[in-house]
């Protein structure tokens, strides 16, 4: 059964300093790793998707690197405004769709 | 480009009643997947429709269904409502299986 524990649960951050959010998985055959936010009341947003071992994508303050066991998503300098639950995400491969397996997220807190 | 519009936004249904949620995914985008979001649970995978076929289903009961429209736009319903049903209903739509998926609002239901 494929599996995603994300750490930690909760983050408190005061603006500017940076820090990481992990995503462990266990999946059989890896197809995708997807990182979204989430504001409360709303729908994930969408931030990266990840296919291999080694890549790395980045979007302003945000980093998302993959190994063939864990990403992390580094948050450089950040401000109030990346207050949000993060969530991770995989997806496997194989012939059938099977939906992607959530982690329970992040829940980030960043202070001015 | 229009995102993921998912109607109603609300709902409120009694016990032992059915509901019919809608959503239409982003022009162009032909597989829809529906997740069901609790604080206990997380984001679970309920099924995922490409060009009208149910492809895959999650760990949920017969009570819950859907079908999806030669227009690509998805319904899913929930028959003989239980407390327990309450959650955010989320909607996702992708271009094909398997790749990037983009969530809509979400329809927030509370069973009474």
């Known amino acids: 059964e494929d599996q995603v524990t994300q750490s930690p649960e909760a983050l408190r951050l005061q603006e500017g300093e940076s820090s990481s959010l992990n995503c462990s998985y266990t999946v059989s055959g890896l197809r995708g790793l997807f990182w979204y936010r989430q504001d409360p009341g709303k729908g994930p947003e969408f931030l990266f998707t990840?296919?291999?071992a080694g890549e790395e994508k980045e979007k302003e303050r945000l980093k998302a690197t993959l190994t063939k066991k864990e990403s992390f998503l580094h948050i450089t300098a950040p401000k109030p405004e990346d207050s949000a639950t993060y969530l991770c995400a995989v997806l496997r491969g194989g012939g059938g769709a099977d939906g992607l397996t959530f982690g329970k997220g992040t829940h980030l807190i960043i202070q001015p | 480009k229009a995102g993921v519009t998912q109607t109603p936004r609300y709902l409120i249904k009694t016990r032992g009643q059915q509901v019919t949620l809608s959503c239409s995914p982003i022009?162009?985008?032909?597989?829809v997947s529906w997740y069901q979001q609790t604080p206990g649970q997380g984001l679970q995978f309920l099924f995922e429709y490409f060009s009208e076929t149910q492809r895959n289903k999650g760990n949920f009961p017969g009570r819950f269904s859907g079908r999806q429209f030669s227009n690509s736009r998805s319904e899913m319903n929930v028959s003989t409502l239980e407390l327990g049903d309450s959650a955010l209903y989320l909607c996702a739509s992708s271009l094909t299986a398997n790749t990037e998926a983009f969530f809509g609002q979400g329809t927030r239901l509370t069973v009474v």
């Open positions: 990840l296919y291999s």
């Open positions: 022009s162009g985008h032909r597989s």
